[in-house]
Structures are given as structure tokens and as C-alpha cells.
């Protein structure tokens, strides 16, 4: 089991410029969940998906961020027009529905916009 | 609104001492469950420990919490800190069983010999 996948584990974006970061989840989980972390506001929750439909995206700001599940094996966040307050280490977790509903996460993508 | 405070943002201790991070709640839901994760440096955060019962010690790794919903709160403590656990910790909660998880603040925890 290779654990949560995200790509690339570091990405430098110009402002103004689009960043999408990549996440794999662990094979067999049916829910796949995106965090922010920062030194300041800790693990901030962004949106989840279950069975690949949105189920909850209260955490993602409204404007130029997206996030989308086309398929079970990979998850996307789009961040159009990056500005340097969205560097951060962007998050993603899995887990299974129902039981314990532990999350296990990636390594992260840590997002540097100058 | 529904939410997790841990007050103490960075606690130092000396090896071999005890040590407490402090962890606790508001929520309207009767259904909850906690949870402490670790996450060591340039690592991804990983469960430490998991509690839906009420006045419960859970333990693991040497660590211990218990779910007091009287006080609502969930500390983690050990008895005797090692060089190896200094990490980031979050407390973090469940409700009504659902897999979204609200996270506390995060503590970090610097060991010293």
C-alpha cells in the first residue's frame, strides 16, 4: 500500500499565475478530503468528496479555487490566479466511509507564490 | 460554531518528564468521536490515537487520552517524554459520524535532553 500519492511535493507559482496540485488516494477509499496548513491557522479544511461527488466544500474559497474527483484514483485542486496569501502546504487525505473514519494522509504540496 | 482549541502552541519539556497537551471542544452533536494526530517534520500527519467513548483511556506508543464530554476535552499525555517525540500534534473531531475532520490549532512539542 503506497499511502496517499499527491504531486508535486513542491511547486513555485508567479502571481496571477494557475497552480493545480494532484492527489492520489489510497486504493479502495471512497472518500478523498483537501486541507490547507499553515503555520497560522493549522490544518484548515478546504472540501471532501465521497464516492467521487462533492459532498462538502464549505472551507474552499469561492473565488479561484475548484477542486474535482473525475475518477477514484485522482483528485485535483485548481488555484487560478495564485496570490502570495495561498502559499501553504496544501493537504490531501482518504478514508474509508463508515467505521472509524480515520483519515490518512499525503505528504503534501508545499505551494510558494512569489 | 462547532470548534477545537489547543491553548498551548508550542509546550517544551526535558526528557523523561511528563508532558500534557491540552485539547478541547464545542459541538452540538451527541455523536463524536477525537482523534491526536502526529505529524513529524517534513512528514504527513498520522493518527496517533482514536476515542468515541466517553471517559475511555485510549492509549498507544506510550501516549494516553481520555474523552471527558463533562469537561469537553480530550488531552493527550505521557508519562515520560522521549527525544523522539518532539512532532506537531493536532487534536481534531468527528461529528455525528462524519468523516470530515475539524482540527485544532496544532501543538508543537519540542523534547530537550
Known amino acids: 500500500n503506497a499511502g496517499v500519492i499527491q504531486t508535486p511535493r513542491h511547486k513555485v507559482t508567479g502571481k496571477g499565475q494557475e497552480a493545480t496540485l494532484w492527489c492520489e488516494p489510497i486504493?479502495?477509499?471512497?472518500?478523498v478530503f483537501w486541507y490547507r496548513q499553515t503555520i497560522v491557522q493549522g490544518l484548515e479544511f478546504l472540501t471532501y468528496?465521497?464516492?467521487?461527488?462533492?459532498?462538502?466544500d464549505s472551507g474552499m474559497p469561492k473565488e479561484r479555487f475548484s477542486a474535482q474527483m473525475p475518477n477514484q484514483s485522482h483528485s485535483t485542486l485548481k488555484i487560478q490566479s495564485t496570490q502570495p496569501q495561498d502559499s501553504a502546504v496544501y493537504l490531501c487525505a482518504s478514508s474509508l466511509v463508515g467505521g472509524e473514519n480515520t483519515l490518512y494522509f499525503g505528504a503534501g504540496t508545499r505551494l510558494s507564490v512569489l | 460554531g462547532d470548534s477545537v482549541t489547543q491553548t498551548e502552541g508550542l509546550v517544551t519539556v526535558t526528557e523523561g518528564l511528563p508532558v500534557k497537551l491540552n485539547c478541547t471542544y464545542q459541538?452540538?452533536?451527541?455523536?463524536?468521536?477525537f482523534f491526536w494526530y502526529v505529524q513529524y517534520l517534513n512528514e504527513a500527519p498520522q493518527v496517533l490515537l482514536r476515542s468515541s467513548t466517553d471517559n475511555k483511556r485510549t492509549e498507544h506508543q506510550g501516549f494516553h487520552a481520555t474523552l471527558h464530554k463533562s469537561s469537553s476535552s480530550f488531552h493527550l499525555q505521557k508519562s515520560s517524554a522521549q527525544l523522539s517525540d518532539s512532532a506537531l500534534y493536532y487534536c481534531a473531531l468527528s461529528q455525528g459520524g462524519s468523516a470530515k475532520l475539524i482540527f485544532g490549532e496544532g501543538t508543537k512539542l519540542t523534547v530537550s535532553s
Open positions: 468528496f465521497r464516492n467521487q461527488a462533492p459532498i462538502d
Open positions: 486504493s479502495g477509499h471512497s472518500a
Open positions: 459541538t452540538t452533536y451527541l455523536t463524536i468521536a
